[in-house]
Nanobody, 127 residues
Framework: QVQLVESGGGLVQAGGSLRLSCAAS????????MGWFRQAPGKEREFVAT???????????YYADSVKGRFTIARDNAKNTLYLQMNSLKPEDTAVYYC?????????????????WGQGTQVTVSS
């Protein structure tokens, strides 16, 4: 079983940056595709970004249109950590951000594809 703990959230002004981290415990973090989701008050949880396992041929990433070009997902398998670098933040990025792990070989774009979830970290962007 994988346990996930997010950190790095906080309050930032519009146009600013934050880097979220997700520390994973348990065996074989490298075998999991990973993702970031977010949920704003009164809204459903939505996909943000995903990254596949790293294989001999490399890895894949995929982003929601709303964050493409501003957010970057990355993983460090040696540290069992997933990251989300968020630049040019907007007030509409305000949400609780969750990391998730999927025992899968490819990227997962929907929440149903994930097996484990963290508890979330709050990101608030002021205008």
């Amino acid at each position: 079983q994988v346990q996930l703990v997010e950190s790095g959230g906080g309050l930032v002004q519009a146009g600013g940056s934050l880097r979220l981290s997700c520390a994973a415990s348990g065996p074989t973090f490298s075998n999991y595709a990973m993702g970031w989701f977010r949920q704003a008050p009164g809204k459903e949880r939505e996909f943000v970004a995903t990254i596949s396992r790293i294989s001999r041929s490399g890895f894949s990433t995929y982003y929601a249109d709303s964050v493409k070009g501003r957010f970057t997902i990355a993983r460090d398998n040696a540290k069992n950590t997933l990251y989300l670098q968020m630049n040019s933040l907007k007030p509409e990025d305000t949400a609780v951000y969750y990391c998730a792990a999927a025992f899968a070989t490819t990227i997962q774009r929907t929440s149903g594809g994930y097996d484990y979830w963290g508890q979330g970290t709050q990101v608030t962007v002021s205008s």
